[in-house]
């Protein structure tokens, strides 16, 4: 059932059957990690779309290799 709704339904398109909507973003000091997914009453859920923030060029990437990086602070990146 998964393989089917996943071949359905295309990027961003919340199911029908969905109640809630959630965000998840993972700040990892110079990468922002985001995923959307949808929830149904019966505990279902759908990965509605997922990305990070600033997006990169490869598909394929860590955060040792990215190309772009968002704006570094000492605070958050966890190295002086």
């Known amino acids: 059932?998964?393989?089917q709704v996943a071949d359905t339904l295309p990027r961003g398109v919340v199911p029908r059957t969905s109640t809630r909507l959630t965000a998840f973003v993972d700040?990892?000091?110079e990468l922002l990690w985001w995923t959307v997914c949808a929830f149904d009453e019966r505990f279902g859920g759908h990965v509605v779309s997922y990305g990070?923030?600033?997006?990169?060029?490869?598909p394929v990437?860590?955060?040792?290799?990215c190309?772009?990086?968002a704006i570094r602070s000492k605070f958050c990146?966890?190295?002086?």
């Open 52 to 58: 990070v923030y600033p997006e990169q060029p490869r």
């Open 1 to 3: 059932i998964a393989a």
């Open 61 to 65: 990437f860590s955060k040792y290799d």
């Open 67 to 69: 190309q772009k990086r």
């Open 27 to 29: 700040v990892g000091g």
């Open 77 to 80: 990146s966890g190295r002086p």
